[in-house]
């Protein structure tokens, strides 16, 4: 099932393969099928919509027939019957047996996409929006010339797509690298042929986004001359480490790149309804 809803995106019908944990937080769902193979996803911190079906529906209710009017069809369907529409990011692509990784938090507050996660098997099917040709727009990743090093800021939420920015770096890219996660256990290696330092802050029963990555900046040393800094995650902490690194240590914002992943308190259909009114 192929339909064009744009020039260089398109929706890539796809099952899941498999399912295994990743630490005790996350959930790695391989996605599989003959439509991934024209997925071109640029690695890095690739981002895509996920459509999802409710509990008891068979498949994604998502009307791809309206072509390009997708979104203003799916819009007006009942919210209890229209596919759950999420962002994530493609942490590992094998377009050689047309599968994707998809990393995704198992939090505590709940979400559809996060239970969908929780009880996802082989065989269930989704819908993956994406490029189909090569194309840079849903890569925010993007070091502009004359950067000397990278500074990688995160979260859990975040994590899959520092794994992919690694994956991708040219070999002896210096990189420091901070992530906040929820347990000890979701520590992991993140193999990369870049010179990266990764520091990792445990929050332990604290609530997310509440500034330990701010803190913890604000006594760090940062990598080379003039770095790039990439920043993502929950919306408050982006906001207060955006602060830090443009206000206080005066980075330019141009060799900034800022992405709020989600907000507490906000589902992502709470943030698509502030953005439509903003
Ligand atoms: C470009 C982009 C890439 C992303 N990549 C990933 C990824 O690879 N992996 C990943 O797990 N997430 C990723 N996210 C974040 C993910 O889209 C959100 O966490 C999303 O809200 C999860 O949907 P849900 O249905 O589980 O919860 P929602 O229905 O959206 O929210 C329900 C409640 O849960 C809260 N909530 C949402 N996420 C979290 C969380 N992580 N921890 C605690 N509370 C939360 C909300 O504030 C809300 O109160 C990405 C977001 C963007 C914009």
């Known amino acids: 099932m192929t339909t064009a809803v744009a ?4 929706f890539h019908a796809a099952r899941v393969v498999a399912t295994r944990p990743v630490g005790a937080s996350l959930v790695r769902v391989t996605f599989g099928g003959d439509d991934l193979a024209g997925f071109a996803g640029g690695g890095r911190d690739q981002s895509v919509s996920l459509f999802l079906p409710h509990p008891g529906q068979d498949a994604p209710v998502v009307p ?33 047996r047309a599968e994707v990784d998809v990393d995704f ?6 979400g559809p996409a996060t239970r969908w996660a929780g009880r996802a098997c082989p065989g269930d099917p989704v819908l993956l929006l994406g490029p189909a040709v090569a194309d840079d727009r849903s890569v925010r990743f993007q070091p502009p010339a004359g950067a ?21 770096l040219p070999a002896g890219t210096p990189v420091r ?37 701010a803190d913890t900046l ?22 207060a480490v955006r602060r830090h690194l ?14 709020g992943y989600w907000r507490r308190g906000a589902s992502e259909e709470d ?7 903003a």
Do not use: C, K, N
């Open 7 to 10: 020039l260089r995106y398109r």
């Open 64 to 96: 791809i027939a309206a072509g390009e009017d997708w979104y203003a069809a799916w819009r007006a369907l009942d919210p209890a019957v229209r596919a759950v529409m999420r962002s994530y990011t493609i942490r590992a692509q094998r377009p050689d």
């Open 105 to 110: 938090v198992r939090h505590g507050d709940g």
């Open 148 to 168: 000397d090093a990278v500074l990688l800021v995160a979260d859990e939420t975040a994590l899959p797509a520092v794994g992919g920015i690694l994956d991708w």
């Open 177 to 213: 690298a901070f992530v906040e996660v929820p347990a000890a256990a979701d520590i992991q290696p993140l193999p990369t042929a870049a010179r990266a330092e990764v520091t990792w802050l445990v929050r332990g029963g604290t609530a997310p986004g509440t500034g330990l990555l």
């Open 218 to 239: 604000r006594a760090a040393r940062l990598p080379g001359a003039t770095p790039y800094a990439w920043v993502a995650g929950e919306a408050g902490m982006v906001r």
């Open 246 to 259: 443009v206000g206080e240590r005066g980075l330019d914002r141009r060799r900034v790149t800022f992405a």
């Open 271 to 277: 943030l698509r309804a502030e953005a439509a009114t």
